[in-house]
């Protein structure tokens, strides 16, 4: 038996195969760019983070669902398969938002530590979570003829938890936040570039605390096991969409680096078309290849 409510599971099943549908899409778009990259012997982190966190979702998602299936003898296993990943899952948010600031910083070594120390708090947390969360198999009784799969989760790992991505997240906005306000002597196009970057994390940023701050209320004061399986499943897709919105926001950094370079014929599906880089398409995913110049050294961020 299902420790969700049976006439809840076709409503979160409904939510979570949009997540694997938003997943599988955009490994469709990211795969033949990261294959691209990879022919031509570089390497670009932002898309091997994006390749990976919707991988991570998919088995998050399939493992979350079995779980809610559970039999006596899947019941612990199969829990802690999915408290795994979707530890995996919100980590690797997390670590692509950091990194996206990274850059913004010019790689500045003061917001690397402050972003280490951050990721390894989100790691702490998770740790503890998957020791002392986990699933318990309770058997028939008078009350249930079936025995049911539960998943017990400890409420000071659970929470720190989040407050950790919180914390993560409203660190990977201030970059962005400091960067606007030095923009006065900076070139026209990287003036542009930056505010665009602005907008990239203030978006995911206001949103993911929004949300995080309104399921940490839940988790405190629900009592119904199927609209928090619901909630944590419309935070899965939110998770998903803003990430992926990267997909989105390329089109803006194109058209900025586009309006500076213009350069030979592009596949705009597919990313770089040479080697050599050329592509207006493959210099807006270069942004952030780990390489790229936001600013000129006397505007990195101190």
Request: proline share 4%; charged share 15%.
């Amino acid at each position: 038996m299902a420790s969700v409510d049976v006439y809840g599971l076709p409503v979160t099943c409904m939510i979570l195969g949009v997540c694997l549908e938003a997943s599988y899409t955009s490994l469709f778009h990211t795969v033949p760019i990261l294959i691209d990259y990879r022919q031509c012997g570089k390497k670009n982190p932002v898309v091997m983070l994006i390749v990976l966190f919707n991988s991570v979702a998919i088995v998050f998602v399939v493992f979350e669902v079995w779980s809610q299936f559970g039999a006596q003898e899947t019941c612990v296993p199969v829990n802690f398969a999915a408290n795994l990943f979707f530890h995996l899952f919100y980590l690797l948010f997390d670590v692509f938002m950091l990194y996206k600031s990274y850059v913004v910083t010019q790689f500045n070594k003061f917001f690397c530590v402050f972003a280490i120390l951050s990721a390894l708090y989100r790691f702490g947390w998770a740790f503890g979570d998957l020791y002392l969360s986990q699933g318990q198999w309770i058997p028939a009784s008078t009350v249930n003829a079936t025995g049911v799969c539960v998943f017990n989760q400890n409420p000071v790992t659970g929470f720190n938890s989040t407050v950790a991505d919180m914390v993560a997240d409203c660190l990977a906005t201030i970059p962005a936040a400091i960067a606007v306000f030095r923009m006065g002597s900076i070139a026209s196009t990287f003036s542009e570039m930056t505010m665009h970057l602005f907008k990239e994390n203030v978006v995911r940023t206001v949103l993911i605390v929004i949300l995080n701050s309104f399921v940490m209320y839940a988790f405190a004061t629900w009592t119904n096991g199927f609209f928090l399986f619901i909630l944590l499943s419309i935070q899965i897709l939110v998770y998903i969409k803003l990430l992926n919105l990267e997909l989105y926001w390329i089109g803006g950094r194109k058209d900025i680096l586009r309006n500076s370079v213009t350069t030979g014929p592009t596949d705009p599906e597919r990313g770089p078309t040479r080697c050599d880089g050329s592509s207006p398409v493959s210099k807006g995913w270069s942004t952030f290849s780990g390489k790229a110049k936001l600013f000129s050294k006397k505007d990195s961020l101190k």
